[in-house]
Each structure stands twice: as structure tokens, then as C-alpha cells.
């Protein structure tokens, strides 16, 4: 064998193994994407979660990691395909995934700049490389891409490619999706998009940040152009629609949707998460009970009672001090407005669900309440006297001096007057002559938080949530039946086709009448005691202010005949707000303020409360009293005299 035929045999033996190494390097990529086009034909993409009002007012638009709204292909308009293909892809709808032709006169191109200056990718290829493939510039991911591209095109529609691309395709500012990038830029739905608009989108994927409209219009606008004239160059507009298209200047946002209620939407999340873990990725459209306009006042109300505030008492300035509010109708159990703080933006801190604080005397209704359903009349006497209490601790005992607001004593007074004006020390002897054991018993069985044995509960020393605080006022509001709160009216699960209606969920507690009687009750706190800022003659309202150890607290629990509201206020520190800053002087205002605005959207709402059967009045010391099977008429006392029951 000659020297040469050596040289032939090996270089024959080289070229075969590089083959055959080429060959199976090759065939390693296929099999590598086998099934990583199911990730393609199986298109699942994460979908946003949208919110609404009862009324189908859009509130928000909340996801994990991709903002995607999806768009089927038939409600694709026709003419964002065709900017589309005209952009990216003309000649899409004949080759079989890719375009040889491009390739090589990109490659071409190439050559001659000495780098990389026009692309070739097809539009099936960008979304193999959008889904399945990373853009970094490899061989291997480019022989991938080319295998996975050819392969969906044998297995999807050219349409269905197309739907594909437009769902998944980043458009900066966090949008997927043509149809979310179209709503956010420019707060329209695709159909009522302008060309101008539409080529606005397109131009986006090449380099959303460099073409982002909200921060670089020019640089938009003149890709858009360039996307019109070739359109107009292809014979697919007219020159009347390309003179409108690039004389047009479209209005661009930079949002998606304003919040309009954050904390509510916020708490719809929270109760739904632990149910559908889902629910932020898989398109669920959430129906709330929240009334839009009722929210914006809600929210109106404590910014201004919060800037009252402020101008009133200059120290509070760059405080803590912050507030929340929850309204619903105690009926039904639904919440219409709910806000946990005086701004979103400052602290996303949710104080109606996620803080515990005391209620101080807004408690004393349920209080009462025990009182009246142990045969007390509203007319009874108890002793406003003061009292030294030994309280006995590990270390030491101590000594508890209750006081009244006022400083001062009133002997025997009513139930109603010592509900009225707040009296801590008649409160106190009331619990007292009842037995603490009864007492706390009884708050447990309306539904608070277990207590511990202490007379100081008397006066609200329990911490507790403002959600669950509003759904126990409902046993007083709503005569004697604890309805549920609930904030969630709808649940839409697209990819399940099912709708879900929460149901409203009621407890029967006492009789109608007895709770009748703590209604009228605590109207005269409004009428006449330590309400009385909340007071409007032009509805019934009954109410409790509630104002913790050192003006901490400062509360005001209200409702109509059909509508319920509680007002907080405090530092987030829980610092004192400053002497005198009751329930009364610091959130009955913002009560007021709200039901006045209020009564202007929904004039609707019930003004009287109904009197129901069992409750009869009698008179006593020359005043009409009320009295119920369970509450009969109290025996006439002289002052010094003790009560008899």
C-alpha cells in the first residue's frame, strides 16, 4: 500500500467518524426535544388573576410572575396579524417552519458586515425560542430550535402558531400578551386598537425597553412608522390609511389598572389562597361583594379625617398615625367597602384583617346586651361608684383604680345613661353584680376570642380584628342573627368552565326584641351621648365609640338599618394619640362623613329601624322606657335604693 492510499484511508476513515459523530450529535438534539414540543402543543401559560366589584367594575389585575390576559385567535383582529406578519415574518403562512431563503440572504448580509446584522428567525421559531429554548446564541440551540420548529408546524395550524405567539411575546412593563399590552399602553381591548396603536405593539418585542412608548415615544412611534410604510410597500393598506396611521399620535399609560380598592382585593386574596393555590396563575375572575362607589368614599373618608386630624393636632404630624374602615350590610353578611389604611402606596400593612387591637368601650354593647338578656331593663339601676380593685401577680399585687372618662361618679344611674356616656365604673359593677364568669361566658358565645379572667375585659382590654369585630356587631345590628362576612360574591374558573356563588351564612344568637333593645340603646349614644358627632337627622343611626388605655385606640362602631360601618384610628406603634383623643372626638367625624356622602350614591338606603313584635313600653319615673319578654319593666328606685330585679 502506498503512501498515498494511506493518506486516502485515513482522511476517508476520519471524514466517516466525524459523520458519524455529526450524526449522532445531531440525532442527541433530537431526541433531546422530543417531547419538549408537548410544552408547545399543550399551551399552558400562567394567566393574571382579574378583580371586580359587584357591579363588574374592573379593580385590579393581579399575577405571581407573568402578567398574561389571553386572546383566543378568533379574537385576534385581522389586522394585527397582518402587522405582525408583515413585521416579523411575510412569508409565515408558506414555508414549514423555516425560511430557508431568509437564512442564507441573512447570512449573506452577515458576511459582508463582517458581524451579525439581519435575522432569519420565523415567527414559529421565536416562539420555540419564547418557550422552550434560552436566547443565548449556541449551535446546539439553534439545531433545536430548527427540529421544534419544524415539528409544530406538522403538528399545529398556522393559526393556532400564530395564537400561540401573541399570548406568550414579552411587551415590557411586565405585559404577555398582546392582549395585556394593549390594555395597559393603551387601555383598550384589541379590537378598538387603532393601526397606529397596533404598530406601536409590534414594534415592542424586538426591544421592549429600548421601544418602550411610556419612555421612549420617538423611538415607538418611528419603528411603528416603518412597520406602516412596509405594510402600505406589501399592498396591505391603502394610502389613505397609511397617511392617517403616521400622522397619529396615540395617548400611552403607564398602567395596566389603577388599584381602585387594594386592600380589598388584598383580602379576597388571602381567604382564596389557601383554596386555590392557583389562583394568581390560572385566570380565575374574581366577583367581590365591594361596591366601587362606597369604596371611594371609604377611602376618601379617612384620608380626609386623617389630614383633619393632622391640621387639629399639628404633634401628629409624621407620626404613626394611621387608620382603617370596613363597611357591609349586616344582612346579608357582604362587604362593601374595606379599607386598611389611610394610603396603599405608604404601608400595604392590612389593619382590618391583619391587626389585633383593643376595643375599649365599644365592647360594653355586647356587655349590656348579657345584662338585658339576664332580665336588666334599659331602665334598671346600677351603681356608677368607684371601686379599688387588688389585682395578684407572680411578683407582687397590684392595685387597679378604674376611672370615668369624666373623672367624676353618679351614684345609681340607668343602664341606658351608663351605656349613653360610656360610665367605666357602672360598667365595671354590671359585670361585677353579673359575675365576671357569666359575662365572659356569654362574649365567648357570641363569638370573641377566648378572654382571660379580668375585669379590665369590661373596659375592651381584648385585642381583636376588625373583620371579626364587625361580624359580631352584626348580632346587635342585624336583631339578633350573626351573618358571615364575606367578600368574595363570584368565583369564574375559565379552564374549569364553573362559576362558584358563596353562600350567605346566618346564626340565630337571641330574639329579634332584645337586640331591638340595644339598637335603641345605643341610638341615644348618638343622639345624646358620646356619638354625638356621628349624628345625622336625616337617618337613624345607633352607634358606640370605644377608646382604649391612653388614648391608643380611638373607635367608632355605627350602623343604619341596612348598613354597618366601623372606623379605627391609632398609631401603627401603638403609641398614644394624645390626651383627649377619644372614640368620639377622633372617629365619630369621619362616621359622619362617610354616611353623608354615602346617602348621595346609594339615597336608597334605609332610613328607620323596625320595631319588632315582643317590644312594648311602659313608663318609669315619668319617661317611656322599653321593656321584652326577657327585659320586663323595671321597679321605680329612689336614689340610695339598690336595684331589685
Known amino acids: 500500500m502506498t503512501r498515498f492510499q494511506k493518506i486516502v484511508i485515513r482522511f476517508l476513515i476520519f471524514t466517516i467518524t466525524l459523520m458519524i459523530a455529526i450524526g449522532g450529535y445531531i440525532f442527541y438534539l433530537y431526541e433531546d426535544t422530543k417531547f419538549a414540543s408537548e410544552k408547545i402543543v399543550y399551551y399552558n401559560p400562567p394567566l393574571s388573576a382579574r378583580f371586580y366589584d359587584r357591579n363588574h367594575n374592573l379593580l385590579a389585575i393581579r399575577y405571581k410572575d407573568e402578567n398574561r390576559l389571553y386572546v383566543k385567535y378568533k379574537d385576534i383582529p385581522g389586522r394585527v396579524i397582518e402587522t405582525l406578519i408583515a413585521t416579523e415574518d411575510t412569508s409565515f403562512f408558506e414555508h414549514p417552519g423555516i425560511n430557508i431563503n431568509a437564512i442564507i440572504r441573512a447570512l ?380 368574595i360574591k363570584e368565583i369564574d374558573i375559565p379552564f374549569e368552565n364553573k362559576k362558584i356563588i358563596p353562600k350567605e351564612a346566618h346564626q340565630n344568637i337571641e330574639p329579634a326584641y332584645q337586640a331591638y333593645l340595644m339598637i335603641n340603646m345605643m341610638e341615644d349614644v348618638v343622639k345624646k351621648g358620646t356619638g354625638r358627632k356621628a349624628f345625622m337627622p336625616q337617618i337613624q343611626i345607633a352607634g358606640k365609640t370605644g377608646t382604649t388605655n391612653e388614648y391608643k385606640d380611638a373607635w367608632f362602631v355605627g350602623f343604619t338599618p341596612n348598613s354597618q360601618t366601623i372606623i379605627w384610628f391609632g398609631k401603627d406603634n401603638a403609641k398614644s394619640l394624645g390626651k383627649r383623643m377619644s372614640g368620639g372626638r377622633v372617629s365619630a367625624p369621619a362616621f359622619k362623613y362617610f354616611y353623608e356622602h354615602l346617602l348621595k350614591v346609594h339615597p336608597e338606603l334605609l332610613r328607620k329601624f323596625i320595631t319588632p313584635q315582643g317590644v312594648k313600653t311602659y313608663t318609669i319615673n315619668g319617661k317611656k322606657e322599653l321593656y321584652t319578654p326577657l327585659s320586663p319593666p323595671a321597679t321605680e328606685q329612689k336614689e340610695g335604693e339598690i336595684p331589685i330585679f
Open 108 to 487: 449573506i448580509k452577515d458576511i459582508k458586515a463582517g458581524k451579525k446584522v439581519e435575522g432569519a428567525s420565523t415567527i414559529t421559531q421565536q416562539l420555540v425560542r419564547n418557550i422552550y429554548l434560552s436566547r443565548k446564541k449556541t449551535l446546539s440551540r439553534k439545531i433545536k430550535e430548527i427540529f421544534l420548529s419544524l415539528k409544530i408546524e406538522r403538528i399545529l395550524t398556522k393559526e393556532e402558531i400564530l395564537e400561540r405567539y401573541l399570548n406568550q411575546i414579552y411587551f415590557g412593563h411586565r405585559y404577555y400578551g398582546i392582549k395585556t399590552a394593549a390594555l395597559g399602553y393603551f387601555h383598550k381591548d384589541l379590537k378598538d386598537l387603532s393601526l397606529k396603536e397596533t404598530a406601536m405593539l409590534i414594534a415592542l418585542p424586538k426591544g421592549p425597553s429600548i421601544y418602550d412608548p411610556t419612555r421612549h415615544y420617538e423611538a415607538n412611534t418611528k419603528r411603528a412608522n416603518s412597520i406602516i410604510k412596509r405594510m402600505y410597500n406589501l399592498g396591505w393598506i391603502t394610502k389613505a390609511e397609511l397617511k392617517k396611521a403616521l400622522s397619529e399620535n396615540p395617548k400611552v399609560y403607564n398602567y395596566l389598572v389603577k388599584p381602585k380598592a387594594p386592600y380589598a382585593v388584598d383580602t379576597a386574596i388571602r381567604k382564596l389562597l389557601p383554596k386555590y393555590p392557583d389562583l394568581l396563575t390560572r385566570g380565575y375572575n374574581i366577583t367581590l361583594t365591594i361596591d366601587l362607589p362606597t369604596q371611594e368614599i371609604a377611602q376618601k373618608t379617612l384620608k380626609w379625617n386623617y389630614q383633619r386630624l393632622i391640621k387639629e393636632n399639628p404633634e401628629l404630624n409624621n407620626s404613626t398615625l394611621n387608620g382603617a374602615l370596613i363597611n357591609i350590610n349586616q344582612k346579608t353578611g357582604e362587604v362593601l367597602a374595606l379599607v386598611g389604611g389611610v394610603d396603599y402606596k405608604k404601608s400595604k400593612f392590612n389593619r382590618v384583617i391583619q391587626s389585633k387591637r383593643s376595643v375599649g368601650s365599644s365592647i360594653k354593647p355586647f356587655i349590656y346586651q348579657i345584662a338585658l338578656n339576664y332580665g336588666y331593663n334599659p331602665a334598671s339601676k346600677i351603681a356608677d361608684i368607684s371601686r379599688v380593685f387588688k389585682i395578684k401577680t407572680p411578683q407582687e399585687d397590684e392595685v387597679w383604680k378604674p376611672k370615668n372618662y369624666e373623672r367624676n361618679t353618679l351614684g345609681l344611674i340607668t343602664l341606658r345613661e351608663a351605656l349613653v356616656h360610656s360610665r367605666n365604673l357602672a360598667t365595671i359593677n354590671l359585670v361585677r353584680d353579673l359575675g365576671l364568669d357569666v359575662v365572659i361566658n356569654n362574649l365567648e358565645k357570641f363569638g370573641f376570642p377566648k378572654m382571660p379572667y379580668n375585669l379590665s375585659i369590661s373596659l375592651g382590654s381584648i385585642g381583636i380584628d376588625m373583620w371579626r369585630f364587625s361580624e359580631l356587631y352584626t348580632i346587635i345590628s342585624n336583631y339578633g342573627e350573626k351573618s358571615k362576612l364575606r367578600i
